[in-house]
């Protein structure tokens, strides 16, 4: 069995590294062994490519779960497309949960971005059904777990991943 960790980007858009749809941020998928969790989801424009991201740096594992850091779109936007895509759940701190639970776009300032020209005018916040307060959670032999950081937003929440070898 293979228990060594490992860390993948798996989406960053046009101000970060161009991997993916230009409005992404920064996805991470960890793996452990046979398991692994995705960290934040992209915007959701283009799901599809983000799905076979994903599934060629799982290399076989299975995805557990996705943690999402905050409610911001280039962050969350694909939660919904990606939980529904692989049947796992989603996980983020209380405030983030309840504004992706409901599609909040006010609570996330998308209006005002599409407004500016941060977001396409078509950029949508869709509702997660399968969402769930972030917890300490095992994949593989490894542990991952969150810790409030409001600053960047209200509710914005780190990661902690045990994923020294």
Not at 39 to 61: I, K, N, T, Y
Not at 94 to 123: H, K, M, N, W
Not at 149 to 158: F, L, M, N, R
Request: proline share 6%.
């Amino acid at each position: 069995m293979d228990l060594t960790a490992e860390c993948t980007l798996v989406a960053s858009g046009r101000l970060g590294f161009g991997l993916s749809n230009p409005w992404d941020g920064h996805a991470y998928l960890l793996r452990s062994g046979e398991e692994a969790v995705l960290v934040d989801s992209g915007c959701g424009r283009e799901p599809e490519a983000l799905v076979l991201r994903v599934q060629s740096a799982l290399r076989g594992a299975r995805l557990k779960a996705i943690f999402i850091t905050h409610g911001h779109v280039d962050h969350s936007g694909g939660a919904a497309a990606l939980s529904q895509r692989f049947g796992v759940p989603v996980y983020a701190g209380p405030l983030a949960c309840e504004i992706l639970r409901t599609a909040d776009e006010e609570a996330v300032g998308l209006p005002g971005a599409r407004e500016s020209g941060i977001y396409p005018a078509d950029q949508r916040l869709l509702p997660v059904q399968d969402i769930r307060p972030a917890e300490t959670l095992r994949f593989g032999n490894r542990t991952i777990s969150p810790v409030s950081t409001p600053g960047h937003s209200a509710d914005h929440v780190a990661y902690i991943a045990d994923l020294e070898n």
